[in-house]
């Protein structure tokens, strides 16, 4: 019987990596890809740490998208998982705001998430089943002075996977948004920060929940950050 797949667009080294690494230890096939072909060379090396295979993908185009899914499918199988981790922030004031800066942030952040989860739902809808998980951040439910080119994007992202949950949810496909409340830190660094590989457990277990008590959302963060 082979091996489920999974799916991380927005494979990066930290909690990117987690979640490969996870995910294979719990005996998936997972399938990497970042935008940047230049570092692809890293994403190769955790790939073959893995099992897995490495990919470029820009989450922007919904062409490259739709290759990418369609290439893991003729190359490991068809995806079961499917997590947008990808995302970009330029930091400045509302008024110090490029318009093109903005409308990048929301391509990456936003746009991306929605080309990820069209391709995903195109394979796991005809099987019936199938979890779509996509990262969330403190600035998904509040837009603090000077985070307007994350929180935009965050906000719609969110919205984005409420609507497909609701969607698709009756048709066996489990969306859930993660909402990572803090700052992501390295594992073993202490508790003023998220822990890489404390938050791939979330997201396992999320992939392993029972349709009789699926989460939509599930917030992190660390036991001493304020909320």
Known sequence: MSQPVAVIVGAGPGLGAALARRFAKAGMTVAVARRNASKLGKLGKLATEIGGK??????????????????VTRDLGTPVLAVFNAGAYRPGGILDIDPGDFEECWRIGCLGGLNVGQAALRRMVPAGAGTILYTGATASLRGSAGFANLAVPKFGLRALAQSMAREFGPKGIHVAHVLIDGQIGRDGGGVNKLGPSAIAEAYLHLYEQHPSAWAQEMDLRPNVEKF
């Open 54 to 71: 490495a990919y470029a993908c820009d989450a922007t185009d919904a062409a490259a998208v739709e290759n990418l899914f369609a290439a």
